[in-house]
């Protein structure tokens, strides 16, 4: 998986290569900061030198031609999504719990990881839908509401981190608490709930993860397709390209 990583071992050309290569940012990562729309600006420097970019960027590492999940993990993932997301399915693995679970821990918050943030539990969880058990995606999608309704059965409270990040008087809104009430009259709620009670954001004790350990539960739990993610023509083809090319201008 590791040979076509890297510039070292990867002889492709870089697409637009000699030409200076624009990029817009995509204005759901922008839109209300203090980015100023630069659109007509850019539009005005084209010339036969400069383009926007399209395809690889040479900035960025070089996903392989048909890359496998732990790729966007190695090459396009944040540090903190990644370890986030490792440390929360290590945890769930050495405790022993069903795949389904250790599986939703550690796909739960892709999307974090080089997509959208705002509804992250949604994204995620179409992200890898065509690729895992309804079980696993029910639980991705569902992890985000369930995070905000304390079950104390299963001893989960509202997170102390949530006062920190939102502040104390964040009111969460009707429809997470809609799909929080319905997720916990499924079936799959503590597959859901499992997910947020490894949801743990201050792992700074923890030792450090080697993705190839959960080689044998994605084997068995995530149907790589043949093509790649992202050109296998499935309904979430086009979200895995947007991480491959985050910096396509179209
Ligand atoms: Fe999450
Ligand atoms: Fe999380």
Redesign the pocket.
Known sequence: MTETIGRSTDERPFPQEGRERLIYPSPVGWKGTDFVDNEHELLARLNPKTVFMMGDNPALPRMPERPRLLDFFRCRFGDLTVRHLLVSGKRALDDGLPEAVVMACLL??LS?GCLVRCD??YWSAQLVAPYVSEEVAFAIKY??AL?YVADESVGYAYPDSYHKFFGPDYQVPDYLLRDAEYARGHKWYMTARQVTLY?TYFFDDFPEVDPAVFEDVIARNFREPEEGLGFDDSPASHMWRTMIWPNNFL
Do not use: K, L, P, Y
């Open positions: 739960h918050d974090n992250h539990g992890h985000q995070r949801d």
